[in-house]
């Protein structure tokens, strides 16, 4: 079965940092696309980020490019988010994907 999981998440001021990890279990997505997504309250999922199997290319939505980098750990099954500048537009559930699975996602909150 696989399996999905965030963590790294939390409550951080505007302008710090985090860096979100996600591992996979139950299947090797050494080969497979992976995903960033987040969902504000009251708004739909959006996708922030993604990374190819081998690393490279890496694409951003524009909301976050300059301030969050994708990298991927194949040999640990894990692909990671790292969140700088952090905007109070920023706190969300982060959850990340990859063919049809999804992370139960963690929480994001970014202070003003």
């Known amino acids: 079965q696989v399996q999905l999981v965030e963590s790294g998440g939390g409550l951080v001021q505007a302008g710090g940092s985090l860096r979100l990890s996600c591992a996979a279990s139950?299947?090797?997505?050494?080969?497979?696309?992976m995903n960033w997504f987040r969902q504000a309250p009251g708004k739909e999922r959006e996708w922030v980020a993604s990374i190819s199997w081998s690393g490279s290319p890496t694409h951003y939505a524009d909301s976050v490019k300059g301030r969050f980098t994708i990298s991927r750990d194949n040999s640990k099954d894990t692909v990671y988010l790292q969140m700088s500048s952090l905007k109070p537009e920023d706190t969300a559930v982060y959850y990340c994907k990859f063919a049809n699975y999804w992370g139960r996602g963690t929480q994001v909150t970014v202070s003003s």
């Open positions: 139950g299947r090797t997505f050494s080969n497979y696309l």
